[in-house]
């Protein structure tokens, strides 16, 4: 009876995660970046020459689930790529979009 109990607990333990949860870093791409879009919420757009083909290929997006200072982080080296004309590596989850877009994991 015990066995059975900790099979529907981890079942359901594991259909219960949210969907975010599964997104992966298992891309990384190099280019310029050409806008980076900045929301009051925090979030914020990267656009990229050239961008990925791909599912969710307009923008990458680091959103508010990242915690401030790592948005900060990566804000500051995606504005200083941009503002200095650089290539910079993005490292992303090429699979997942998030609102239609890829999410970013690493900049630099």
């Known amino acids: 009876m015990k066995k059975k ?12 995660i949210a969907p975010g949860a599964y997104a992966t870093y298992d891309s990384n791409t190099v280019g310029k970046i050409t ?9 914020f757009l990267i656009s990229l020459d ?5 599912p969710c290929s307009n923008y ?4 508010t689930d990242a915690a401030v200072d790592a948005r ?19 490292g992303y989850d090429g699979h997942t979009c998030v609102n ?3 999410r970013v994991h690493r900049i630099g």
């Open 35 to 43: 806008n980076v879009l900045t929301y009051d919420d925090g979030h």
């Open 100 to 102: 239609g877009w890829f």
């Open 72 to 90: 900060q982080m990566l804000l500051s080296r995606a504005l200083t790529a941009y503002v200095k004309g650089e290539a910079i590596t993005i």
């Open 50 to 54: 050239p961008m990925p083909a791909g």
């Open 5 to 16: 109990t900790a099979s529907l607990v981890a079942l359901a333990l594991t259909t219960s």
């Open 60 to 63: 990458f997006i680091v959103g």
